[in-house]
T-cell receptor, first 118, second 113 residues
Framework: EAQVTQNPRYLITVTGKKLTVTCSQNMNHEYMSWYRQDPGLGLRQIYYSMNVEVTDKGDVPEGYKVSRKEKRNFPLILESPSPNQTSLYFC?????????????????FGPGTRLTVL | SQQGEEDPQALSIQEGENATMNCSYKTSINNLQWYRQNSGRGLVHLILIRSNEREKHSGRLRVTLDTSKKSSSLLITASRAADTASYFCATVPNTGANSKLTFGKGITLSVRP
């Protein structure tokens, strides 16, 4: 089954304790992206990756790191989490970068990771 | 930065009625997409309409795009209680290959049985 998986689904942690949220897709997609969703703010892009070893900042990258060593995986790293990073996080992937192949710009979303930083 | 803005923010209708949701955007787009999100879950792609298209249908969904007014509408006909969800429009700006999807804040649709 074509899907995007995220782990963990729920995480409660404390300020400053490094954590990684994993994201994996089995659709051979080039483009992967991380979003955070907060009440009243909608979805905001954190980082995106056009392909292996190619990553770039989205709208709210501060406090986050990513890596793309393999096509299928795109982990989100919080080196020193803070309470303002409490949010619902979504990973998404699409076959190709938005705008290049309009017919394939559909993004497939993972189920979400609810993170609470105390 | 938010590009698409949905209207209304919340909509409550009776089962069987039609639901119309609107989205406005500011800059030239390559395409516009609508997504649905059930409470606390991931977004699901509903429909994509390109800048050179005016209308698309998918089952009970009808999407229109008016590039002169920079607006789109999503119509759900004969709504069902299961259509209760949040709906987001997302735009891809017409600024080259690295352009990205930008989401609005969403519309909460409640369909009363």
């Amino acid at each position: 089954e074509a899907q995007v998986t995220q782990n963990p689904r729920y995480l409660i942690t404390v300020t400053g304790k490094k954590l990684t949220v994993t994201c994996s897709q089995n659709m051979n997609h080039e483009y992967m992206s991380w979003y955070r969703q907060d009440p009243g703010l909608g979805l905001r892009q954190i980082y995106y990756s056009m392909n292996v070893e190619v990553t770039d900042k989205g709208d709210v990258p501060e406090g986050y790191k990513v890596s793309r060593k393999e096509k299928r995986n795109f982990p989100l790293i919080l080196e020193s989490p803070s309470p303002n990073q409490t949010s619902l996080y979504f990973c998404a992937s699409s076959l190709s970068p938005s705008g290049r192949y309009p017919s394939t710009d559909t993004q497939y979303f993972g189920p979400g990771t609810r993170l609470t930083v105390l | 930065s938010q590009q698409g803005e949905e209207d209304p923010q919340a909509l409550s209708i009776q089962e069987g009625e039609n639901a119309t949701m609107n989205c406005s955007y500011k800059t030239s787009i390559n395409n516009l997409q609508w997504y649905r999100q059930n409470s606390g879950r991931g977004l699901v792609h509903l429909i994509l309409i390109r800048s050179n298209e005016r209308e698309k249908h998918s089952g009970r969904l009808r999407v229109t795009l008016d590039t002169s007014k920079k607006s789109s509408s999503l119509l759900i006909t004969a709504s069902r209680a299961a259509d209760t969800a949040s709906y987001f429009c997302a735009t891809v700006p017409n600024t080259g290959a690295n352009s990205k999807l930008t989401f609005g804040k969403g519309i909460t649709l409640s369909v009363r049985p």
